[in-house]
C-alpha cells in the first residue's frame, strides 16, 4: 500500500450499535467541516451501490438471498478493500472522510453471531492492512434508549435481542483512543463534543500525521 508523507485529510469513523445515531452525526459533521473550509466528502460502508460487492451484501441485508455467514462476512471485507485505494486517493489529495461504518461493524456483527470458528481474530483477519482510521468515534446508546428510536426496519439484523450481542462485541474491540459518546444526549450536544476532536484530528493530519493501518 502506497505510503505518502505531507499534508493529506483525515479519515473519521463512526461505529455504534443500530440507531445510534452514525448517519445524522456523519452528516452534520460533514457540513461542519465543510463550513470550516476543510474539504470533505461522506461515505458509508457497506457501499452498496459503487462496488462489485454492493449488490449482494444488499441482497443479503434485505433478506432476498442467503449465504454462508463465512461468505458474506469476507464480501463486507472485500467491499472495503474495494474503495480502499480511493479512500487513499482522497486522503493524499488533502480530502478528509467522515465515514458510517467499518471494519470495526464488520467484526461486531459476525462476531455477535457467536459461530463456532468465527471469533473476533477470525473476523478481524481479513480487514488487516486496510487504512485506519485517524479517529474512531463510537456513539454509546443502551438498549432502552435505542428501542425508543424510531422502529427497526425489516433487515436482516435488525432484531433487539441481536442488537444486544453486537453491542457485547463492539465492547470488546473499544480501543483506549477512541472518543466514545453518550449518544442519548441530543443531537447537536452529540455534534458539538465530536466537532472539537474532529477539528484538532483534521489540523494533525494535514501536519503530516502518517496514515496507519488496521489491525497494526
Ligand atoms: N454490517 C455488517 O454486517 N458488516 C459490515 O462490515 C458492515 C455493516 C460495514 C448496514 O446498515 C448493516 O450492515 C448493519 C450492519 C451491517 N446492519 N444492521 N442492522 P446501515 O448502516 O445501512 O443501517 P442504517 O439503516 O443506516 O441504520 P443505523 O446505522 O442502524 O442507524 P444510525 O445511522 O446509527 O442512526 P440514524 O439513522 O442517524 O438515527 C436513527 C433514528 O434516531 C432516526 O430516526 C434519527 O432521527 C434518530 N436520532 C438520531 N440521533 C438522535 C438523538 N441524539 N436523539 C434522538 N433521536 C435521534
Ligand atoms: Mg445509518
Not at 123 to 129: I, L, M, Q, R, S
Not at 192 to 209: F, M
Amino acid at each position: 500500500m502506497q505510503q505518502q508523507q505531507g499534508p493529506r485529510g483525515a479519515f473519521i469513523l463512526f461505529e455504534g450499535v443500530d440507531r445510534c445515531g452514525k448517519s445524522t452525526q456523519t452528516s452534520l459533521l460533514a457540513k461542519a467541516l465543510q463550513s470550516k473550509g476543510v474539504a470533505v466528502e461522506s461515505w458509508n460502508f457497506p457501499d452498496r451501490k459503487n462496488t462489485v460487492t454492493g449488490h449482494a451484501i444488499n441482497e443479503y441485508l434485505a433478506g432476498k438471498q442467503d449465504h454462508n455467514d463465512r461468505a458474506i462476512h469476507l464480501l463486507f471485507s472485500a467491499n472495503r478493500w474495494e474503495k480502499s485505494d480511493a479512500l487513499l486517493r482522497a486522503l493524499h489529495s488533502g480530502t478528509s472522510l467522515v465515514v458510517d461504518r467499518y471494519a470495526y461493524s464488520g467484526v461486531a456483527y459476525s462476531a455477535a453471531k457467536a459461530l463456532p470458528g468465527m471469533d473476533a481474530a477470525w473476523c478481524k483477519a481479513p480487514d488487516a492492512g486496510l487504512p485506519a482510521p485517524d479517529l474512531v468515534v463510537y456513539l454509546e446508546l443502551d438498549n432502552a434508549a435505542a428501542a425508543a428510536r424510531a422502529g427497526f426496519g425489516g433487515e436482516r439484523y435488525e432484531k433487539a435481542e441481536f442488537q444486544d450481542r453486537v453491542r457485547a462485541a463492539f465492547q470488546q474491540l473499544k480501543e483506549p483512543s477512541w472518543l466514545v459518546v453518550d449518544a442519548s444526549q441530543s443531537v447537536e450536544q452529540i455534534h458539538e463534543q465530536i466537532l472539537a476532536e474532529a477539528l484538532q484530528v483534521v489540523r494533525r493530519c494535514k501536519e503530516g500525521q502518517p496514515i496507519q493501518q488496521l489491525w497494526g
